[in-house]
C-alpha cells in the first residue's frame, strides 16, 4: 500500500461513559478509496466527525499528509479543511441557492472567485455529474432526492480537493439512484486523483465505491483489507456483517436498537 495520505492512531472518544472509539486505527492511502463499514453506532460518524475537526478526541492522533490536525484550530484548521471536499448524508444543499450557486458557494467564499468563474466551473462540475444547464437555475425543493445528492457531488469536487469524504451517500436512494451515485463517485474520485473516505453501512454500495475495506466494532477496526479479499477474510465479524446475520461474534442488543 502506497503511504498514507491519513493516518489515525490511538483515536479515542466518549460521551460521558459511553466510549464510541476505543483506540482506533486505520491507514487510508493515498489515491485509494477506503470504505468504513459498521453497525448503527458503531463509531464510523464520530471518527468522520473526529478527521473533519467537528469533534475533538480525547486521545490519539490524525495526521493528514503527516501533520498531526487533532487540537487545529482558526487558519491552521482552515488550511487543512482546503484539502477537503465533503459529500453530506442528506447532501446539505442551501434551500436559498440555486443548483449551481450551490455548487460555486465555496469558490467564492473560500477560493475568493469572481461570481462570473465560480459559475463557469460549476456548470463544468454539474455536467460532470449529469446535470444539464437547463437544470441549473433551478433550487433544492424542487428537484428529487437523488438529484440533490448528484448536485452535492458536484459541490464536494467543485475545488479540486485532495481528499473525498462521502458520509453515507446511498441512504435514502433507489438502488438504481444509488448505483448512478457510486458510480460518479468512482469517476470523479479516479479524475481528481483524489483519496476517498467513505462511511456506510449499505454492503452493495461500498463493494462498489472502494478499493479497501475496514470493518468497526465496538469502537475500533478489526479487519482491514482489500475489497476483493473480504468475501474470504476468514473473519467471523466480517462474515456476520456481510451476510447480515443476528448470529456471530457482533452482538445485537435487540431492544436497544428498537427503543
Known amino acids: 500500500m502506497s503511504k498514507p495520505k491519513i493516518r489515525i492512531r490511538g483515536l479515542r472518544k466518549a460521551f460521558g461513559n459511553n466510549l464510541v472509539l476505543d483506540g482506533l486505527d486505520l491507514d487510508v492511502a493515498e489515491g485509494h478509496s477506503q470504505v468504513v463499514i459498521g453497525a448503527s453506532g458503531s463509531g464510523k460518524s464520530v471518527l468522520l466527525k473526529c478527521i473533519l475537526g467537528l469533534l475533538r478526541p480525547d486521545e490519539g492522533t490524525i495526521e493528514i499528509d503527516g501533520r498531526d490536525v487533532v487540537g487545529l484550530g482558526g487558519r491552521a484548521l482552515d488550511e487543512v479543511r482546503a484539502k477537503f471536499g465533503m459529500l453530506f448524508q442528506s447532501a446539505a444543499l442551501f ?43 433551478l433550487y433544492p425543493a424542487e428537484i428529487s432526492g437523488g438529484m440533490r445528492k448528484q448536485v452535492g457531488l458536484a459541490r464536494a469536487i467543485a475545488t479540486e480537493p485532495e481528499i473525498l469524504f462521502f458520509d453515507e451517500p446511498t441512504t435514502g436512494l433507489d438502488p438504481i ?38 470493518l468497526i466494532y465496538r469502537g475500533k477496526v478489526i479487519w482491514n483489507g482489500p475489497t476483493a479479499e473480504m468475501d474470504t477474510s476468514g473473519n467471523a465479524f466480517v462474515e456476520q456483517f456481510i451476510e447480515g446475520r443476528t448470529e456471530g461474534p457482533i452482538e445485537v442488543d435487540f431492544l436497544q436498537e428498537h427503543a
Open 177 to 214: 439512484m444509488g448505483d448512478l451515485i457510486d458510480k460518479l463517485i468512482r469517476k470523479c474520485t479516479r479524475e481528481l486523483g483524489a483519496t476517498g473516505l467513505s462511511i456506510t453501512h449499505d454492503m452493495a454500495s461500498a463493494r462498489r465505491i472502494s478499493d479497501r475495506m475496514a
Open 95 to 137: 434551500d436559498s441557492l440555486n443548483l449551481w450557486e450551490n455548487v460555486a458557494f465555496g469558490l467564492v467564499q473560500g477560493k475568493g472567485l469572481s461570481r462570473r468563474k465560480a459559475r463557469e466551473i460549476a456548470m463544468e462540475r454539474l455536467a460532470e455529474v449529469g446535470i444539464g444547464e437547463e437544470l441549473s437555475t
